[in-house]
């Protein structure tokens, strides 16, 4: 009996230690999977190329990391980082994954760039991007990597802001935005692609609140930025 025993018990572990191995290969698998389904749905949004450096699922926490996220300027501008954010944590509920639309705690966003650029003929980049973003999301079409998410809560810190283009020639302007929170994420489910949209169009929002922008580049940008939120108000 015994005999037979330790046969079993050696194939059983076996087969638990390939188990293991085929969820580790199974998750590094999913991570990849899902960090290039995230940066296809980025870069279709905003019709400009992004990249994530690190994107990790933490199952225990039920949350995702996503480090290095960068989003270029659109095609036109200058080859530069439009958006360089270093850090998005999305917290998730495990138990509405497979839902219509799965539900998203919170999304923490933090140690972000945004690199505005001023031209008198094609206006703002960010602009550009933000505008695309919400072309993009209005006949988006719902797949697997486009779903679209019940968000509860999105909060943004340490955002930094700096303006450069042709009103200001050989200067940069680099201030900090106070932290905020992306309201219009929890009015509806929305996709990433929605989602990203509206992160630029907030930014663009907070950006009338800065008392640092040099006159007559405050001037002009943030009467560009009401014209366009008012073509664009839900």
């Known amino acids: 009996m015994k005999g037979c025993l330790k046969p079993a018990v050696t194939l ?15 998750a590094s698998q999913a991570d990849t999977y899902l960090k290039w389904g995230v940066e296809k749905a980025v870069t279709k949004a905003a019709g400009a190329p992004a990249h994530i450096e690190r994107f990790e699922i933490l199952p225990m926490r039920q949350s995702v990391l996503i480090e290095g996220l960068v989003l270029d300027n659109p095609a036109g501008w200058k080859a530069e980082p439009a958006l360089d954010v270093k850090s998005v944590l999305v917290n998730f509920d495990a138990k509405t994954l497979f839902s219509e639309n799965p539900r998203i705690r919170s999304i923490d966003i933090s140690g972000a760039t945004a690199n505005l650029r001023y031209d ?34 999105c909060r943004c810190r340490d955002v930094k802001l700096c303006v450069a283009g042709g009103l200001l020639p050989g200067k940069m302007v680099s201030l900090d935005l106070a932290p905020f929170t992306l309201e219009d994420l929890a009015k509806k489910p929305v996709s990433i692609g929605e989602a990203t949209g509206i992160f630029l169009r907030s930014v663009l929002t907070e950006t009338l609140t800065l008392k640092g922008l040099l006159n007559p580049v405050s001037d002009k940008i943030q009467a560009e930025i009401r014209q366009w939120l008012g073509q664009n108000a839900q």
């Open 12 to 26: 059983v572990g076996i087969a638990l230690i390939l188990g293991a191995v085929a969820t580790l290969l199974l």
């Open 120 to 153: 008198l003929a094609r206006g703002i980049n960010l602009d550009q991007l933000a505008k695309a973003a919400a072309k993009h999301a209005s006949g988006e079409p719902i797949h697997a990597l486009g779903r679209r998410f019940q968000v509860d809560a």
